[in-house]
C-alpha cells in the first residue's frame, strides 16, 4: 500500500487542514475554514480507521474488490484508480464500530465543508463550528493513543477553551480571538529581526476613528466618545485603545464606562459590556472601566479635564 494511505500520512494531512482551519477562523475567512476543518475530520477519521485495519478506507464501488487487495498491500494500483471514502463514510464507519457518537453538529460541519467547495457556506453557521471540531478531533486523537498537544500545537489552550463548557459562549470566543490575533501578529514577523517585532510594538498607535467604538447620545443630540490608551493587548503586548459611553450625566459631570477595547497592531478588538466583562476576565491585567469628566457650561472643550478613573 502506498504510503499516503498509512496512518501517519492521514494524521500529518489532519494536523496541517486544522492549522490552516483555525488561521482562516481568526482571519476571519469562515468559508474556507469550514472547508479545511471538514478536511481535517475526515482526514483523522482515516487515520484511525487505518490504524484498526488498512481496508476500512477502501471505498466500494466497481473496483471495490481491487481497492481492498490495494489497501491490503497485495495489488498495487495507479494512482488515478485509488479511491478512498470521503468524510461522511468515514464517520459513519467510525460509527458503527464505537468511536464516534452520532452528532448532528458535526454532520452540519461536513455539510458545509462538502457546500464549501462550490458556494459559500452561512457565515455565522461556520463561525460557531469550532466546538464540534475540537472535540471530534479529541475524540480521534485518543482512539489513536496520540496527545492533544502533539496535533493542534500552538492552538492547544484555544482548542480546549473552544470546549470548555463550564465558561459562557462570549468568554470563549474572547479567549479564542486573543490567541487568534496573537498567532497572527506573530506570523508577520518570521523569519524578520527581533528589532522589526520591537519597533512595531513601540510605535503608538493611530487615533483614527475606531471601529469598535459604539457612540451614545447624551445631550441635546450631541454624540460624545472618549477614547484613551487602554495597556497592553492581550493578544500582541501593543498599546491598545479603549472607547467609554456616556452612563450618567450631570450639569458638572459625566461618567463614561468602558464600551470597546481594539489594537491596530494586531487587529484584536471587543465592543460591548458582555465582550467587556470577558476580555477583564480573561486578561489578568486590570483595565480601567469608568471615567468621570467634569465640565461647565462656561468651559470650552480644551478645558474639559479628566477625573478620577478606576481601573476592574
Known amino acids: 500500500m502506498n504510503d499516503s494511505l498509512s496512518s501517519e500520512s492521514f494524521f500529518q494531512g489532519a494536523k496541517k487542514a486544522a492549522h490552516r482551519a483555525m488561521d482562516d477562523h481568526g482571519r476571519p475567512e ?97 463561525k460557531g463550528m469550532i466546538s464540534p471540531l475540537a472535540r471530534t478531533i479529541e475524540t480521534l486523537l485518543n482512539d489513536l493513543g496520540k496527545p492533544l498537544d502533539e496535533f493542534w500545537e500552538r492552538w492547544t489552550n484555544a482548542v480546549k477553551n473552544a470546549v470548555n463548557e463550564q465558561e459562557d459562549q462570549v468568554f470563549r470566543d474572547v479567549q479564542l480571538r486573543i490567541t487568534q490575533a496573537r498567532h497572527a501578529f506573530e506570523d508577520r514577523f518570521v523569519g524578520l529581526p527581533a528589532e522589526v517585532k520591537e519597533g512595531a510594538l513601540k510605535a503608538p498607535q493611530p487615533r483614527k476613528e475606531e471601529w469598535f467604538a459604539k457612540p451614545m447620545e447624551i445631550r441635546d443630540g450631541d454624540m460624545l466618545v472618549l477614547k484613551t490608551s487602554g495597556g497592553d493587548c492581550p493578544a500582541c503586548g501593543g498599546q491598545g485603545l479603549l472607547t467609554f459611553e456616556p452612563v450618567r450625566h450631570t450639569a458638572t459631570e459625566t461618567t463614561f464606562t468602558a464600551n470597546g477595547f481594539g489594537c491596530y ?28 469628566v467634569s465640565h461647565g457650561p462656561t468651559l470650552t472643550p480644551e478645558e474639559i479635564k479628566m477625573g478620577e478613573t478606576q481601573a476592574g
Open 30 to 126: 469562515y468559508d474556507e475554514f469550514a472547508l479545511h476543518a471538514g478536511v481535517a475530520v475526515e482526514k483523522l477519521a482515516k487515520a484511525v480507521l487505518v490504524s484498526k485495519n488498512p481496508v476500512y478506507i477502501a471505498e466500494i464501488r466497481n473496483n471495490s474488490a481491487d481497492m481492498v487487495l490495494h489497501v491490503g498491500g497485495h495489488l498495487q494500483l495507479d494512482e488515478e484508480r485509488v479511491r478512498t471514502v470521503g468524510a461522511s463514510e468515514a464517520i459513519k464507519r467510525l460509527q458503527k464500530i464505537g468511536v464516534l457518537q452520532k452528532d448532528s453538529q458535526l454532520d452540519l460541519l461536513i455539510e458545509m465543508r462538502n457546500g464549501a467547495a462550490h458556494t459559500s457556506p452561512d457565515s455565522i453557521l461556520a
Open 265 to 292: 497592531l494586531c487587529n484584536f478588538e471587543v465592543s460591548g459590556p458582555d465582550e467587556m466583562a470577558a476580555l477583564r476576565k480573561a486578561n489578568t491585567p486590570g483595565l480601567m472601566t469608568t471615567v468621570a
